[in-house]
């Protein structure tokens, strides 16, 4: 089977939406990356920190999905990195209330032996440099390598960031991220700039309004699914990124005609995360209800005019 | 061939953007939708009104693309209706700076005999009043009444506006108008309530984000086409409202299934509107031209998931 390494946070999140709020419930970038990358058949192994007060249970939760969880250090006497936000009405904006990084400051990443040579690294948001030392502990040089970052790290660490961009095959990154990094309002434009960068890929995430995926002159378009209602945004960017990943990964296949299946998993994963707080909906999805979205998706973009 | 019936502004507008501003050009809605449908075959009359000082060489124009303009009234002593709008860097929204409706307030529609069995009737937007005045003119229940709108009858004819959406097929509108129109801020809850308002189609313009065509539980998206560059979104909306119109009368044909490429044409014909100051780009538009930007619009949404 194909391996991926997964690099990210495993977290406690605490959420206030218009429609409820959590107490510490389990979120990160890892933990949804990798919960969607399960919907796939393959290997997949978390690299991630948490604290002595992170509980079993969720790690649990992690293992009993098939994913590999020995790259996870346990650091006893420390605690697990929290967030806590707040999202306005509109769901497309949202206040950070807390962000205690804890055992994340110290962060070493160790990639698990036997994933030394996975074939596809997704790095999810953190660091650079935590990101670039995944990377430097590979054996074999990984067939893609994907990228996850946001705005945090342009504004506190943009020479790193470059450095890592640069060893990258696929970056995701939102619309306003694109714009800083590139000073362009034309995503096609920040695309093009992006590309220069390194990535030969470019997957510009707009939330509700879709996913762009970039690759020369080449530009192809999903949707998000038109929902009655978005109940908790948190994790849909990681979830998309880990459907995407995941697809990749299992299938061996890194032509732009089978990354266009990628985006369009990543983006019905993505429908379900929102529909739950945290990580409830992802912990309970079944492949039928995949498929069936899947078709939804069909629905809703595939056309029959004949041109001549 | 079908007929169309379009009424709507023809108009001067003058334009500020980031890329230039221009004196009074030709401008309005029914000239937008009007070059639009000009596209396709099909007999297409505009029903409007301008003033003594509206030149003959726009008039021209229009009927050089096979335009009937017999139902252009021409008030001698009076003056074309003027629109002037700045629009603010991100292309996206505008500051009106002038409005006169001169001509446009004493308006009376008059439908030319020939047209009055038309099968389609694109209602383009100004006062609902006198929108149902068309409808009313008409000699047999067209196939398909098609009504663009605006916030402003929203704030300020509400309750002509709401008997003009009982008589229609198809609204298009735009996001922020759906949401006002229905106190919802999700567009499929809004376009619910449409539905219940009298259209059996409801189309909702997102700008830049694409459009998205309602009917009962059935959702289709477009997107607009990534542009490295808009220069001038004016007339973007009833070009693509235009596109829609021509299309459907074109065909005949007013399945769902169908529906979805009139959207697809819209959307390919807006993309052109926006490259040019006014309606210079459409005036100049190639039947080859639209082909391979239709190849562009399948190359941007089409893809191969196999579903077993």
Redesign the interface.
Known sequence: MSKLVIVGTVAFDAIETPFGKTDKILGGAATFIGLAASQFKLDASIVSVVGGDFPQEYLNLLSNKNIDISGVEIVKDGKTFFWSGRYH??MNSRDTLVTELNVLADFNPVVPKEYKDAEVVMLGNLHPMVQMGVLDQMSSKPKMVILDTMNFWMDNALEDLHKVIKRTDVITINDEEARQLTGE?????AARKIHEMGPKYVVIK?GE??A?LFHDD????A?AL????VFDPTGAGDTFAGGFAGFIARSGDMSF?NM??AV??GSTLASFCVEKFGTERMLNLKGDEV?KR??QF????????E??
Chains 1, 2 share one sequence.
């Open positions: 009405n509109d309002y034309s995503l096609v434009v707009k309004h879709g762009l080449n530009v192809f378009y949707p038109p929902l009655e209602e005609e266009k299946n369009i998993y498929r899947l078709q069909k629905n809703l973009t595939q056309f029959e005019i041109l001549t």
